[in-house]
Nanobody, 119 residues
Framework: QVHLVESGGGLVQPGGSLRLSCVASGHIFSIDAMGWYRQAPGKQRELVAEITSDGTRNYVESVKGRFTISRDNTKNTMFLVYLQMNSLKPEDTAVYYC??????????WGQGTQVTVSS
């Protein structure tokens, strides 16, 4: 089994920062990509940022220059991925989900963490 647990969400004022963390553990042999998605009320889930096995980072246009995705694969039994979010805007409000895709194309999801940007 594979378990993903996100943390770091919360309430922040516009212009503020949050850092999301995701710990993936279990029977993960090799990861192809790790990413963060978000889903706002009434909207479809969208990819926010991803980092591939060769370190390539991709971002949705609306967060470029404000969000940074990073990973830590140094631990043998766990994989960590982070999302540093700066200059947050009310439109960033959503539930943020961590996803990993292994080399077989199987994907795994966390339970989500709420991010609310409001004054």
């Amino acid at each position: 089994q594979v378990h993903l647990v996100e943390s770091g969400g919360g309430l922040v004022q516009p212009g503020g920062s949050l850092r999301l963390s995701c710990v993936a553990s279990g029977h993960i042999f090799s990861i192809d990509a790790m990413g963060w998605y978000r889903q706002a009320p009434g909207k479809q889930r969208e990819l926010v940022a991803e980092i591939t096995s060769d370190g390539t980072r991709n971002y949705v246009e609306s967060v470029k220059g404000r969000f940074t995705i990073s990973r830590d694969n140094t631990k043998n039994t766990m994989f960590l991925v982070y999302l540093q979010m700066n200059s947050l805007k009310p439109e960033d409000t959503a539930v943020y989900y961590c996803q990993i895709v292994d080399i077989h194309g199987d994907d795994y999801w966390g339970q989500g963490t709420q991010v609310t940007v409001s004054s």
